[in-house]
């Protein structure tokens, strides 16, 4: 058996040291906790589709937003400024990244790509 101590990173569950690859996963033998390597660089648990914004909060149903830069909208000679806040977003599986519906005052309802924007 290859002593891969300190190779791997520890277990997220536990921390214990003595995790091992078993295939596409680590593996830690003193609690029984598997996860993917990825997992442990991105600290998000595995499975993780949570929608996040532009600096990495959880975005749920209902949350109010602010758009943190200036958006072109077409059709619009001034688009959406940033520090516009936006209320009571609705979290979609949109197209091209676009995973949230709203309404924007002054423009109606539209769909705007969480990267764009940061939880109030």
């Known amino acids: 058996m290859n002593d891969t ?3 791997l990173p520890p277990c997220p ?4 040291t003595y995790t091992y690859e078993s295939g596409a996963l680590l593996v830690c033998p003193e609690c029984g906790h598997e996860w993917a390597p990825a997992d442990t660089e991105t600290g998000a648990p595995a499975g993780d589709t949570a ?5 990495g909060n959880v975005l749920a149903d ?13 059709g619009s000679p001034t688009g959406i400024k ?9 979290l ?5 990244g676009h995973d949230i519906d709203c309404k924007v005052d002054g423009f109606g309802s539209m769909q705007l790509k969480s990267s764009v924007v940061k939880k109030a």
């Open 5 to 7: 101590t300190g190779a």
């Open 13 to 16: 569950e536990c921390s214990g």
């Open 51 to 55: 929608i996040r914004d532009a600096v």
């Open 62 to 74: 209902g949350d109010t937003v602010t758009v943190v830069r200036t958006l072109k909208v077409k």
């Open 82 to 90: 940033a520090g516009t806040k936006v209320r009571n977003i609705r």
């Open 92 to 96: 979609v599986d949109g197209v091209d």
